[in-house]
Nanobody
Framework: QVQLVESGGGLVQPGGSLRLSCAAS????????MGWYRQAPGKQRELVAA???????NYADSVKGRFTISRDNAKNTVYLQMNSLKPEDTALYYC???????????????WGKGTLVTVSS
């Protein structure tokens, strides 16, 4: 009964920017950490960036200084601003959130279906 829906992916030229959004909806009492992962063809899924409910962030070394994660707790939404994009950033980007439901005892991990980012000239 919890859904994560990503948006904002697309085709962009090297050096360009994109902003991904992920909105959580459904039976939500509280959202803890939220994050973005990506999976390129033939590679394992990897963490791109994460943010706690208090706003602390961490990033993969490969995106530090280029990507910025943020969240709007009132909207249950997490964002990923991606600048100076490179061809190696091409991947399916997934949203992840740790969510406690109103009747739950422990938070559970939820995933979106992914949004494709292609960086190519």
């Amino acid at each position: 009964q919890v859904q994560l829906v990503e948006s904002g992916g697309g085709l962009v030229q090297p050096g360009g920017s994109l902003r991904l959004s992920c909105a959580a909806s459904g039976s939500i009492f509280s959202i803890y950490a939220m994050g973005w992962y990506r999976q390129a063809p033939g590679k394992q899924r990897e963490l791109v960036a994460a943010i706690t409910s208090g706003g602390s962030t961490n990033y993969a070394d490969s995106v530090k200084g280029r990507f910025t994660i943020s969240r709007d707790n009132a909207k249950n939404t997490v964002y990923l601003q991606m600048n100076s994009l490179k061809p190696e950033d091409t991947a399916l980007y997934y949203c992840n959130a740790e969510i406690l439901s109103p009747r739950g005892w422990d938070p559970m991990d939820y995933w979106g279906k992914g949004t494709l980012v292609t960086v190519s000239s």
